[in-house]
């Protein structure tokens, strides 16, 4: 039994995702990304939002299409940030989306916590299943409306880091070989 559980456990942590395989966005995707940033660091501590697109960020998704995700930044906005669709007629590419940011909603806003929190919005961009194969399946009851619709969905703990799960996979075989050990 502990061999079949060491096993998957081995097989599964070889089939993560590794540094060296993970997607990496664009370098102009990145240099914008820190260049909105800023941008949306100065309006925030100076509460300017009478114009609230801040900049585009270019991107390419995860089927190779190009564009530019226009950033909003809304001091009333009642979540940290979200990809939005523009017109729900059309389908959800990368022409037909925008992100709105309110770091005032954010546990601890700084230049960090927005900048990781617009990656994070970019890599549901990058994902097409959040965008242009977006489905009832695969979007089900995904909400902001409460934390168990948000924190608890797979659209959201899909991005939990690598290393996470490594020290998950380590730590589960670690306690799986001492507790077999013990019987």
């Not at 664009?26 to 914008?32: A, F, G, I, L, Q």
């Not at 940290?80 to 059309?90: F, L």
Request: with cysteine; hydrophobic share 30%; charged share 25%.
């Amino acid at each position: 039994m502990k061999d079949i559980i060491s096993k998957i456990l081995k097989e599964y942590s070889e089939n993560l995702l590794t540094e060296k395989k993970r997607v990496k966005f664009h370098p102009r995707t990145v240099s914008d990304l820190e260049y909105v940033t800023d941008l949306i660091v100065s309006k925030w501590k100076d509460k300017d939002d009478e114009t609230p697109l801040v900049g585009r960020v270019y991107m390419e998704d995860g089927a190779g299409d190009k564009g530019f995700i226009p950033i909003y930044y809304l001091s009333t906005y009642q979540n940290e940030a979200e990809v939005q669709i523009r017109d729900n007629e059309k389908p959800m590419e990368l022409g037909n989306i925008f992100i709105i940011v309110n770091p005032d909603q954010m546990l601890n806003p700084n230049s960090k916590s927005i900048y990781n929190t617009l990656y994070h919005e970019l890599q549901h961009v990058f994902d097409t299943n959040t965008t242009r194969f977006r489905s009832q399946k695969n979007y089900g009851n995904y909400s902001h409306d409460s934390i168990e619709n948000y924190y608890g969905h797979l659209m959201s703990n899909v991005r939990i880091s690598t290393r996470c799960w490594k020290v998950w996979s380590e730590g589960i075989r670690n306690l799986l070989g001492i507790t077999l050990n013990r019987s």
